[in-house]
T-cell receptor, first 114, second 114 residues
Framework: SQTIHQWPATLVQPVGSPLSLECTVEGTSNPNLYWYRQAAGRGLQLLFYSVGIGQISSEVPQNLSASRPQDRQFILSSKKLLLSDSGFYLC?????????????FGPGTRLTVL | GDSVTQMEGPVTLSEEAFLTINCTYTATGYPSLFWYVQYPGEGLQLLLKATKADDKGSNKGFEATYRKETTSFHLEKGSVQVSDSAVYFCALSDGNTGGFKTIFGAGTRLFVKA
């Protein structure tokens, strides 16, 4: 069966510090991978998605970046965090090209920037 | 572009009450429609889906019918329980245009009182 892991589960970082959040998927090959941010009490904002190793599409220009060094690993990074980067970060995966396929979400990382 | 609009919350109901959460969409193609649920502190999980007009998705007593004529996918449940308290997201994915992406509504928070 497929599983998706995210770490850390919670993170408190000062403004201006770097960030690295990791997501890994097990039990599937060549998944589409996604990073979302959910601000408190709000919906999901798609940040990045990837359809293959080294292929990253950015949805919202900002101080975050993403990388996919391996087929089932997706990393979200920042060189300098802003207060507005606080939120709940969700990684997700799906398979196939058809739009009817569901997305499977990880447990999330809660980031607080102080 | 594609979009999803769902009713604002929070929605507060007593146990065993009838639930309706409205969702309408705009899409250029023929999207698949989804309802996801997010329990406190967790990631999202798929509740139900429908892939073509007039399809009815159902799961755990919840159901929603894909209405192309009204571009709607309203979520209903005949008798809610306290354990249904969560945030519900309506979503679409259009395989014809950018099928890798899922567009989410803003979410509707449901509180069920005992």
């Amino acid at each position: 069966s497929q599983t998706i892991h995210q770490w850390p589960a919670t993170l408190v970082q000062p403004v201006g510090s770097p960030l690295s959040l990791e997501c890994t998927v097990e039990g599937t090959s060549n998944p589409n991978l996604y990073w979302y941010r959910q601000a408190a009490g709000r919906g999901l904002q798609l940040l990045f998605y990837s359809v293959g190793i080294g292929q990253i599409s950015s949805e919202v220009p900002q101080n975050l970046s993403a990388s996919r060094p391996q087929d089932r690993q997706f990393i979200l990074s920042s060189k300098k965090l802003l207060l507005s980067d606080s939120g709940f970060y969700l990684c997700a995966w799906s398979v196939g090209l058809a739009g009817e396929n569901e997305q499977f979400f990880g447990p999330g990382t809660r980031l607080t920037v102080l | 572009g594609d979009s999803v609009t769902q009713m604002e919350g929070p929605v507060t109901l007593s146990e065993e009450a009838f639930l309706t959460i409205n969702c309408t969409y705009t899409a250029t193609g023929y999207p698949s429609l989804f309802w996801y649920v997010q329990y406190p502190g967790e990631g999202l999980q798929l509740l139900l889906k429908a892939t073509k007009a007039d399809d009815k998705g159902s799961n755990k007593g919840f159901e929603a019918t894909y209405r192309k004529e009204t571009t709607s996918f309203h979520l209903e449940k005949g008798s809610v329980q306290v354990s249904d308290s969560a945030v519900y997201f309506c979503a679409l994915s259009d395989g014809n245009t950018g099928g890798f992406k899922t567009i989410f509504g803003a979410g509707t928070r449901l509180f069920v009182k005992a």
